[in-house]
């Protein structure tokens, strides 16, 4: 894992955001899932595992390019 990789940061909006983390490959599977509540932040990064992370509900994300929104903020 390439520990200078950039990070992407999440901020729940609300309850019960899902944070889903998506597999490379031949198939995308669903690697890894958070739960997160209004307020809770999760850092995360792509790896050589994971290629696309999805997110539902309300979420603010932020990353080098930055910032926006999911849930329809």
Do not use: C, P, W
């Not at 990064?45 to 932020?62: H, M």
């Amino acid at each position: 894992m390439d520990v200078n990789a950039d990070y992407i940061v999440i901020k729940a909006m609300e309850d019960g955001v899902t944070i889903i983390g998506l597999t490379r490959g031949k198939d995308t599977k669903f690697n890894h899932t958070e739960k997160l509540d209004a307020g809770e932040i999760l850092v995360a990064q792509f790896t050589e595992n994971v290629s696309a992370i999805k997110i539902r509900g309300k979420a603010e994300v932020l990353t080098k390019h930055g910032e926006t929104f999911s849930g329809g903020i």
